[in-house]
């Protein structure tokens, strides 16, 4: 299983620790590592040319904006109908089992999300939650209207773009709900990123020192100020979206040239795969029990 639409990483400073293209790599995921020219040098010691995408600008200061539309106009030039955009930190992809949060290939995370993505006519932006936010005895498959971060496939047709310098993920949902469209947050696929500030390169450099932070919530705040407030989190200043996003109300709408009633037959069926030896008895029938199926 492979994924349909076009994959890229962005990644700025980050030659020596790319987790998301090293993770793609070991299972076989076709990508391309979007960088700046100044850094060809150091990305093809580790990496293939053939994946290494240069942008046509350097150093703009302007945080990932210009990088993430330059990666859109890629995305249209290959005429698929959406484009995937990753961040260059993620270690893993998940798949949650009977509350287990269970390593799995990313060609079938990705391939699932885009399959129910397909079947609507208005989502826009769709991807997987961060693992750390899935708690003990979650049930909810997907959240509907939420902010999509980190990985997010998107509609190539949307009449807006990335834009300003901060908060871009929150900012483009926002630009979605305000035109009508859906967004889909996947918890039963997730991916686990590294934590905000804890590592070099990308926004640390540019964006996030100082007050980096506090700015970039001020600034999400003015462009949307019926929206969005700022507040104290995770022992930082951080931007929160009233009633959390509870105004935008937008139902799904089914595409009618699908078999709504026949949708069984392309379920998919996970095999667990034992990585080190299983001590729990009860563990080992609920594995047992899952790849008997």
Not at 9 to 32: E, Q
Not at 40 to 57: A, M, N, S, W
Not at 69 to 77: A, D, Q, T
Not at 152 to 163: A, E, G, K, T, V
């Amino acid at each position: 299983m492979k994924p349909k639409y076009p994959i890229y990483i962005i990644s700025k400073g980050r030659h020596d620790v790319c987790y998301t293209a090293d993770m793609f790599l070991k299972y076989g995921v076709d990508f391309k590592i979007v960088i700046e020219p100044q850094e060809f040098h150091l990305y093809k010691q580790k990496y293939d040319e053939k994946i290494l995408v240069q942008t046509p600008f350097s150093n703009l200061g302007l945080g990932s904006i210009p990088a993430r539309n330059f990666v859109w106009e890629l995305g249209i030039k290959t005429g698929a109908e959406r484009h995937w955009i990753f961040d260059d930190n993620i270690r893993k992809t998940r798949y949650i089992w009977n509350g287990r949060k269970v390593e799995c290939d990313p060609n079938v995370a990705i391939s699932e999300v885009e399959k129910f993505t397909d079947r609507y006519e208005n989502i826009a932006i769709s991807g997987m939650q961060y693992t750390f936010f899935i708690t003990k005895g979650h049930k909810k498959p997907f959240y509907l209207n939420n902010r999509v971060y980190s990985n997010l496939c998107i509609r190539n047709d949307l009449d807006f773009r990335w834009r300003g310098r901060y908060n871009e993920d929150t900012d483009l949902c926002l630009q979605a709900w305000s035109k009508n469209w859906c967004t889909v947050l996947f918890n039963v696929f997730t991916i686990d990123k590294n934590a905000t500030l804890s590592m070099k390169g990308g926004n640390m450099t540019e964006l996030y020192k100082e007050n980096g932070r506090l700015q970039m919530s001020k600034d999400l705040e003015r462009v949307w100020p019926y929206v969005v407030e700022t507040k104290r989190k995770f022992g930082r200043a951080q931007h929160h979206i009233k009633n959390n996003s509870l105004q935008f109300d937008i139902p799904l709408i089914r595409r009618k040239d699908i078999d709504w009633d026949n949708l069984e037959s392309e379920n998919i069926t996970l095999k667990i795969k034992e990585v080190d030896k299983v001590k729990s008895d009860k563990l080992k029938k609920l594995i047992e029990k899952h790849n008997d199926k």
